[in-house]
Every structure is written in structure tokens, then in C-alpha cells.
């Protein structure tokens, strides 16, 4: 989408840099800011921090929505810009989905051989034996999947902090950078880098509750940076070729 006028690269910067920071610090404000009592359950704890993520991701949205120069302002036109669009809509999650399962092609082929190991070993049993192996089969599988659900910890890890995290990381960043004038190759680097730096929080409490040593610290936040940054770089690459932000 073409704006209207340039957005100066400090200002872009500073903007991501406050994104990331602001993701970071308001999982923090009910204790260190509101004085909220501690949780008495994790639970309580990781909806304290669903809402806080939701927060930080609201605002980044709207600073984003205000620091873009777009010709229009409305709802459509802004869902575009952060890569939520209907056009190629299957395209540009059946491929970006394929593609990234190929990372995890070799634990597939290895359940998939044990699955097909452990079904030989039923049929030369009878055919009962078949049917009885392929409903316990589902009834691991609708136990396991109720049992996800009621998880909070699998709540997090596998909806709130990826959605929160792709909105302010990429939906919101990637079009300020890019309206800011930055190349595209630097946009794909620049912004795991902030989402990497976002996680340093983890050394504290690394170092701090789980007693480790500083350097084994250094070395635990340091490979998860690292990955992040790949990973990252990865998903920003996968965004602008499928989101198309600040393109018409």
C-alpha cells in the first residue's frame, strides 16, 4: 500500500524499539507498578499475563495505525497493511504451513513408522484387533487435545504469545520499517533482532530462580536468541512475501 509521504528511519526505529519494550515491561506492571498482589496459581498468573500481552498488542496496533502515512484509515485498508487480508488467503497459509513443516519432517516420519509399526503388530491379531487398535488411536488423540485445551501453559505457547507476538513483531514493525525506508533485506534482519532482544528478560530468571551460573546463563538466553533471530528472519521473510505491507 503506497503512503502518502515518507516515514523518517529514526522514527520508525524508535517506534519498533518502544513496540518491543512495551511487550516486555507491561507483563511486569501489575506487580512492579500496579502493586497487585502476587497470583495464587499459575493460572491466575498466565491470565494476568494474557491481558497484558493483549494491552501491549492493542497499542502497538494503534501506534502503528498513527504512524503510518496511508492514504485511508479504514478497517480493511489498515487490516492489510498488517498482513490479515483475504486476497491469495489460502496461499498465503497452506504454503508459508507446508513449508514450515518440513522442519519438523523428521519427528513426523518417525511417529508416522512407529504408528505403522505398532498397526503391523495388531493386524496379524484379527480384524478386532484392528478396530480396537484404531479407537484407542482416537481416544488418545481426543484425550490429549482436551487435555491441551484446558491447559493454560498450552494456551500460551500455542495462541496468545504467538498471536500477540506476530502482531507486534511482525504485523505492526515490518510495515513501519518498510514505510521508514529500510531495504528489505534489512527489515528481515532487523526485526528478530528486536524480537530476540525482547527475550531478554529469560536471563533473570534463569540466572535468578533456576540458579544456573552466569556463563551457563549467558549460554542458555544466547541459544534461544539465536534461534529466535532465524526463526524470525524466517517469518519476516515469509510476511512481506505473503502480507505484501505498505503495497497496493
Known amino acids: 500500500m503506497e503512503p502518502e509521504t515518507g ?22 506492571a501489575p506487580t512492579l507498578i500496579l502493586r497487585l498482589p502476587a497470583p495464587s496459581s499459575i493460572k491466575e498468573f498466565m491470565i494476568r499475563r494474557f491481558i497484558c500481552a493483549a494491552i501491549s498488542s492493542f497499542i502497538s496496533l494503534v501506534l502503528c495505525a498513527f504512524l503510518l502515512p496511508l492514504r485511508k484509515r479504514e478497517a480493511t485498508y489498515l487490516l492489510g497493511v498488517y498482513g490479515i ?25 518417525f511417529k508416522s513408522l512407529l504408528l505403522v509399526d505398532s498397526w503391523k503388530e495388531h493386524m496379524h491379531q484379527g480384524e478386532g484387533f484392528f478396530f480396537d487398535f484404531v479407537k484407542a488411536i482416537l481416544q488418545n488423540f481426543l484425550a490429549g487435545l482436551s ?9 500460551r505457547n500455542y495462541v496468545v504469545a504467538p498471536l500477540t507476538e506476530e502482531l507486534v513483531f511482525r504485523a505492526c514493525m515490518i ?34 530462580r533456576q540458579n544456573y551460573s552466569l556463563l ?9 536468541l539465536g534461534y529466535t533471530v532465524i526463526f524470525g528472519s524466517y517469518a519476516s521473510f515469509l510476511f512481506i512475501r505473503t502480507g505484501k505491507p505498505c503495497e497496493t
Open 85 to 109: 487480508r483475504l486476497d491469495h488467503f489460502w496461499q498465503a497459509v497452506v504454503f508459508p504451513l507446508s513449508l514450515t513443516s518440513l522442519m519438523y519432517a523428521g519427528s513426523f516420519v
Open 216 to 224: 551457563k546463563a549467558f549460554m542458555v538466553v544466547g541459544l534461544q
Open 147 to 155: 487435555s491441551t485445551a484446558s491447559n493454560v501453559l498450552a494456551w
Open 7 to 28: 516515514l523518517s528511519k529514526p522514527v520508525a526505529v524508535v517506534a519498533c524499539a518502544t513496540m518491543a519494550f512495551l511487550y516486555v515491561a507491561i507483563l511486569y
Open 175 to 208: 510495515p513501519l520499517l518498510l514505510c521508514g525506508g529500510f531495504e528489505i533485506y534489512v527489515v528481515i534482519l532487523l526485526c528478530p533482532i528486536l524480537f530476540s532482544l525482547a527475550h531478554l528478560n529469560h536471563w533473570m530468571e534463569i540466572y535468578g
